[in-house]
């Protein structure tokens, strides 16, 4: 299987980057090609809302000039795409953000609702310092929404609350991330 890491985390060696390290490692043990992007280093615009993308039916149609049709073009390539990020706020951080709003250039729905990521596997990949509920739940609850736009599944979900520094993430959270990835990929 073609995976899309996208890792949203400012910091290269964070809580979100670790984790989606032993995703990686777990996706790769269990023989799939992966790629990772890392999207604080990308040139990344938000949304304008103009719907110049809704005009093109067969490819990503956003006439923004920055590197989200890279990204869109490897999305659309990969069966599974995780997308990950600290908490900020109730929700993604705003590279992790600008990504999701530009994905509305994936589908259509003129004259019929078209994907073209229709059937992909799609997986959320939090880190935060709190809890989950009153906390993480609502980013999580708008991933799962996205879905029904993207024609995709929900494949897996997992929130690492409690962070503070990488190294102090016990085995726990190491064999959540390989469970996560077996989710994923539909390997459990």
């Not at 995976?3 to 996208?6: A, E, F, S, T, V």
């Not at 060696?13 to 490692?25: C, F, Q, R, S």
């Not at 790629?35 to 938000?46: A, I, M, R």
């Given at each position: 299987?073609n995976?899309?890491?996208?890792q949203?985390?400012?910091q290269k060696?964070?809580?979100?980057?670790?984790?989606?390290?032993?995703?990686?490692?777990e996706?790769?043990?269990?023989?799939?090609?992966v790629?990772?992007?890392?999207?604080?280093?990308?040139?990344?615009?938000?949304c304008m809302g103009c719907?110049?993308?809704?005009?093109?039916?067969?490819?990503?149609?956003?006439?923004q000039?920055d590197?989200m049709?890279?990204?869109?073009?490897?999305?659309?390539?990969?069966?599974a795409?995780?997308?990950?990020?600290?908490?900020?706020?109730?929700g993604?951080?705003?590279?992790?953000k600008?990504v999701?709003?530009?994905?509305?250039?994936?589908?259509t729905?003129?004259?019929?609702?078209i994907?073209?990521?229709?059937?992909?596997?799609?997986?959320?990949?939090?880190?935060?310092?709190?809890?989950?509920?009153?906390?993480?739940?609502?980013?999580?609850?708008?991933?799962?929404?996205?879905?029904?736009?993207?024609?995709?599944?929900?494949?897996?979900?997992?929130?690492?609350?409690?962070?503070?520094t990488?190294?102090?993430?016990?085995?726990?959270?190491?064999?959540q991330a390989?469970?996560?990835?077996?989710?994923?990929?539909?390997?459990?």
């Open positions: 299987m995976i899309l890491l996208l949203g985390g400012a060696n964070g809580n979100t980057a670790k984790v989606l390290e032993w995703v990686n490692v996706l790769i043990r269990l023989g799939h090609d790629e990772t992007v890392y999207l604080h280093s990308k040139n990344l615009k938000g719907g110049k993308c809704k005009q093109i039916m067969d490819a990503p149609g956003c006439i000039k590197d049709p890279e990204i869109m073009g490897k999305m659309i390539m990969a069966q795409v995780v997308f990950s990020s600290p908490l900020y706020f109730w993604v951080n705003a590279q992790l600008s999701i709003d530009r994905t509305y250039s994936l589908y729905k003129i004259p019929e609702h994907s073209l990521v229709e059937g992909q596997r799609q997986g959320l990949l939090m880190t935060g310092a709190g809890p989950f509920d009153n906390n993480a739940a609502e980013a999580f609850t708008a991933f799962g929404r996205m879905q029904k736009y993207h024609k995709s599944i929900n494949a897996a979900e997992l929130f690492v609350g409690g962070c503070s990488p190294d102090q993430m016990d085995a726990s959270v190491k064999d390989f469970e996560f990835a077996r989710k994923l990929t539909d390997q459990i």
